[in-house]
């Protein structure tokens, strides 16, 4: 598996430090980059595209969700962990959640590193093509069917399955690619 590449951002230089310090002792993770301040983040983040973020939330001066909608538009199958001293993270919706984890300030570096792992997901693509194994047979019909265009109804009338069905298939093909819409999901196989 290949390295998980990180970038870090908080506004205090020794915190930055700190936790970069802290993940290049595990092996499988890269700091690939250390920021300040979110617009700085967001430059790196587009430029050097990531596995994951680690940010600090109770730093930036901006609500949580506005920090992750800002991150994944510059990366959209960014990960991002979140160093709080808040045990509830009530701005950000139940759309960005999936990709988002949450761990106290104080964990140890292997609490860190496994937050790390679990944000980017046991499937994650990180930075390879979609292979034939990453998908079921069942699922490459339906995103062969998604490039059709075709939608969760017309779908299942074409496979003869359920619209829930259908609907399950295109969630979990999402997330097994870290896809977000069917023109994603269909961009990213394409490869």
Known sequence: ????????????RAVREAVAAAVRGAGGVRVCGSVADLDEAVRVVEKVQPDVMVVSSDSLGRPLGS????????A???????LTTRRRTTDT??????????VDRGVGLAELVRALRSAAGPEA???RRVAREDLT?????????????LDADAIAVRL???????RTHIRSIYRRLG??????AVALVRR
């Open 137 to 149: 047979a069942r699922q490459w019909q339906v995103v062969n069917c998604l490039a059709e265009g």
């Open 160 to 166: 003869s399955i359920s619209r829930h069905t259908a």
């Open 1 to 12: 598996m290949p390295d998980l590449s990180v970038i870090i951002c908080d506004p205090l």
């Open 76 to 82: 959209p199958r960014l990960a991002i962990v979140v």
């Open 179 to 184: 896809a977000h819409s069917a023109t994603e």
């Open 125 to 127: 693509p990180v930075g």
């Open 67 to 74: 920090v992750v909608t800002a991150l994944r538009v510059a």
């Open 93 to 102: 919706t139940a759309e960005l959640v999936w990709h988002l984890r949450c």
